[in-house]
């Protein structure tokens, strides 16, 4: 079944793999329009993402 929209853990799944370009970034929050005057900066979304990167790694 195709799935619409965001699903988490395919998220997850994602930035665990090595080929993933969302470790550090959210592709799909950096591409999308809606909202883009309140995107994080380059370095900001590298922090937080990292750390989150982390966190799904040491619980998942």
Do not use: N, W
Request: charged residues 25%; aromatic residues 6%; proline residues 2%.
């Amino acid at each position: 079944m195709a799935s619409s929209g965001f699903v988490l853990e395919r998220c997850v799944d994602y930035r665990k793999t090595g080929q993933s370009q969302c470790k550090h970034t959210c592709l799909a929050r950096i591409t999308c329009p809606v909202g883009s005057e309140h995107r994080y900066g380059d370095e900001q979304m590298r922090h937080a993402y990292t750390i989150s990167l982390g966190m799904i790694e040491r619980h998942r």
